[in-house]
């Protein structure tokens, strides 16, 4: 929906997403003057896109809801633990529509540009549709993996078969039965795509360049019974949810890795291996994150495990990381992935040892042979995290462009200012504390922390916000310093800015895109930053520019 009528809106949120929705709610609720734009077809973000066999929750269903509201948590059966794809949706639509948000938002635009404008004191965007749109504030909620990369092959355009990026999965079913399908990639994605369709299609055949660590999902239905019971607990989870450093209800083993034997370890491990969700990863010993020792010992007992499920012991060995240790980088969760190299219909071919060359009109050529197949599935991955910021063109004070600005990696003050950058908020930005937590914990808190600053300055007749640069320069420091203790730090991984197919996104080059304290202790800094008055922003007004009241607080946006 596209309202033709404003040209000029108090606060602008780009993107209409888990956080953008959140957003928009909250200063529907105060009667901003706001909207909401997307480049998708519809509301829903990640759950919108990527529509690929498969798609789900890596977090409890009951963990990623918005918690917000008691009527909403009262009222969704989540039906999974690990809700799908299109359940995801529903419940994103289910929650817009609830609180009548659809009126806020357009659809099919994209921002192509976002200039400051000093002398005004605004946000000059520039829609893809030719509308030039302003605003006070603008809030970036452009989510974490929304700028998806495909890999640079020549002859890409040449195949006559079908083809996509996960991310942009067809809309409509995608007959797959009797056809020879290709994935390219074993991240995340791929490990979901492979296992869903292996026994679904003719033929699979996964060209894997680097084998991930993976855990078992552990998925299983949530009956009506359940689902009382955890509308019951519902306040305890987010409590749980609250303490925990991932945003999960799995909170660490506080006993030292060293403190107890190996029996017991083992122990934890077998326990943890066959329990649902992240507990593998977030339930186990620090000193797997930060100790090489310990982190080669367990991710050896992972190791055993896929040996054990895997049949074919070369292929078993091919899907073994040996270039990083269990959780170094994200960990996929999966459901029968292993087993789906059982099948004779699936195929792993090691493209380290024989990359793919080009791709051809009928498949794609490797340096051994030729490959012949109907459908080939990239599942390679996202530019993460600044990948959204760089595809608009933002100019902030005297022009200075962001993209070049972090062309080196990102520098804000809390994730969620930049110094330059006035006026501009990121509730969930890079360095914030959302880029590492359960996605909608760690939105709650950056969009009721957003809300809350811009309330402040509504409130004291400001109309400038702009991080000072010391402030900038200390958060950044503080957050690349986390990174200094981490095994993550040397990973091939989107946690580092990695990107084989993004130029100046080699491996070597980190970035430090992750704050690492988790989230309680973010949570901590962000409020001691707002308790000293929103320390570290500049805040000013100038009289000719402040808004009255009832300039900013308008109906909702028509038509
Ligand atoms: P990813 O983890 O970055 O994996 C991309 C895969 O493609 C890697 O195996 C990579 O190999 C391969 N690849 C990339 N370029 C290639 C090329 N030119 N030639 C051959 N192989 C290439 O991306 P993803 O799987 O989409 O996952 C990204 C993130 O999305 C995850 O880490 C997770 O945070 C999120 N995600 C979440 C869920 C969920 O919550 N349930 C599900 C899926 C994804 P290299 O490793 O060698 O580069």
Not at 203 to 231: C, G, H, Y
Not at 424 to 439: F, H, I, K, V, W
Request: proline residues 4%; hydrophobic residues 35%; aromatic residues 14%.
């Amino acid at each position: 929906m596209k309202s033709e009528t404003d040209s000029h809106y108090e606060v602008i949120v780009v993107g209409a997403g888990v956080a953008g929705i959140y957003q928009i709610k909250r200063l529907a609720d105060l009667g901003i003057h706001a909207t909401v734009l997307d480049s998708g077809g519809d509301l829903g973000g990640t759950w919108y896109w990527n529509r690929y066999p498969g798609a789900r929750f890596d977090s409890e269903s009951y963990t990623y809801g918005y918690s917000f509201s008691k009527e909403l948590l009262n009222e969704w059966h989540w039906k999974e633990r690990f809700s799908s794809q299109p359940e995801n949706l529903r419940y994103l639509n289910y929650v817009a529509d609830k609180f009548d948000l659809r009126k806020y938002m357009q659809f099919n635009c994209t921002v192509q540009a976002a200039y400051f404008d000093e002398a005004e004191n605004l946000w000059r965007l520039q829609i893809d549709d030719g509308r030039e749109l302003t605003c006070r504030f603008v809030i970036m909620t452009l989510g974490l993996l929304s700028a998806p990369t495909l890999p640079r092959y020549e002859g890409m355009d040449s195949f006559k078969g079908r083809s996509f990026h996960t991310f942009y999965w067809p809309h409509e079913p995608v007959e797959m039965t009797g056809k020879r399908v290709a994935v390219i990639g074993t991240g995340a994605t791929a490990i979901q795509v492979i296992a869903e369709i292996a026994d679904k299609v003719g033929d699979l055949t996964v060209f894997q360049r680097r084998p991930n660590w993976a855990a078992p999902l552990n998925n299983a239905r949530i009956s009506d019974k359940e689902m009382a019971d955890i509308r019951e607990r519902y306040d305890e989870i987010f409590a749980t949810c609250a303490r925990t450093p991932g945003g999960f209800e799995h909170e660490p083993d506080r006993r030292g890795f060293y403190e107890v034997s190996r029996e017991e370890r083992v122990a934890l491990w077998e326990r943890l291996y066959d329990e649902p969700g992240f507990g593998i990863w977030l339930q186990n010993f620090r000193e797997i994150f930060t100790d090489e020792k310990a982190n080669a010992e367990f991710s050896e007992f992972i190791a055993e495990k896929i040996r054990s499920r895997v049949k074919d012991p070369v292929v078993a060995e091919k899907l073994i990381p040996r270039d990083h240790g269990f959780g170094v980088q994200r960990v996929p969760l999966e459901t029968y992935y292993y087993e789906a190299y059982n099948r004779d219909n699936v195929h792993l071919v090691d493209i380290s040892e024989t990359p793919i060359e080009r791709i051809t009109e009928t498949g794609l050529q490797t340096t051994e042979r030729d490959y012949d197949f109907d459908i080939i599935v990239y599942a390679t991955g996202f530019d993460a995290i600044t990948g959204a910021f760089d595809r608009i063109d933002i100019r902030g004070v005297g022009g200075a462009k962001l993209r070049e600005d972090w062309k080196d990696g990102p520098s804000t003050f809390l994730g969620m200012f930049i110094h330059g950058y006035p006026n501009l908020l990121m509730p969930a930005g890079p360095q914030s504390g959302s880029a590492s937590t359960n996605y909608p914990r760690g939105i709650e808190t950056g969009v009721s922390w957003c809300t809350d600053f811009l309330e402040y300055m509504w409130e004291h007749g400001y109309t400038r916000a702009e991080a000072t640069r010391e402030a900038e320069e200390r958060w950044t420091a503080h957050v690349t310093k986390m990174y200094s203790t981490m095994l993550m730090r040397k990973a091939k991984s989107w946690f580092t800015g990695y990107n084989s197919n993004v130029e100046g996104h080699e491996h070597g080059k980190v970035r430090y895109f992750v704050y690492n304290g988790g989230a309680p202790k973010y949570v901590t800094r962000i409020n001691e930053v707002a308790e000293r008055g929103y320390e570290g922003i500049a805040l000013s007004s100038d009289p000719a520019l402040s808004s009255e009241p009832s300039d900013l607080r308008v109906g909702a946006v028509s038509g």
